[in-house]
């Protein structure tokens, strides 16, 4: 077994990640591992998701749910440790023999991170027809050409004066 601390990826049950986190730090104080368990990453993003009344509510989401990752020297007692973890369910790997994440692998996924900082939740796709529900084009109905998830805002083909025209609003000035 390796004798530098890595980062391996733990398989966890889907939900259960924050949980997982907070037993291994609790752990790795208690039984003085911490030369061993350095270091316990759940890749999140924020996602906000726009309520009835327009009310913008943020939450953190998994970027992978049902996996987190733990910087650790693996050792035969590191490796009990977690495996035993509760609502641990095994390393990612080949068999009992867990597989380090490479660097590369590792600056990927923290790029995505920042990448999916905030996004918006949606209901809306393209070509679903929107009903205007505030501003000056209240009223009038548009076609949906494009979502922006990150802006939260819609793109919206309208007819003004015999013409489609094309509008952008944000997600709660629409109804589906």
Do not use: C
Request: aromatic share 8%; proline share 5%.
């Amino acid at each position: 077994m390796t004798k530098k601390a890595e980062w391996y990826v733990i398989q966890v049950i889907s939900g259960t990640e924050e949980n997982v986190k907070r037993s291994l730090f609790q752990r790795r104080e208690s039984l003085a591992m911490e030369d061993y368990i350095i270091d316990v990453y759940v890749p999140t993003h924020d996602v906000v998701s726009v309520r009835a009344g327009g009310q913008k509510v943020k939450k953190q989401r998994n970027l992978l749910p049902g996996y987190i990752l733990v910087n650790m020297v693996v050792t035969n007692e590191s490796w009990y440790i977690v495996r035993n973890t509760p609502n641990v369910t095994g390393f990612l790997g080949a068999g009992n023999i867990p597989v380090p994440v490479s660097g590369k692998e590792l600056e990927q996924l923290k790029g995505k991170v920042q990448e999916k900082s905030e996004t918006f939740e949606t209901k809306y796709k393209v070509g679903d027809t929107a009903m205007i529900v505030k501003g000056p084009f209240e009223g009038n109905e548009g076609i949906i050409t494009g979502i922006n998830d990150k802006k939260g805002t819609v793109k919206l083909n309208i007819n003004i004066l015999g013409r489609d025209t094309p509008i952008e609003l944000e997600f709660p000035d629409i109804k589906v």
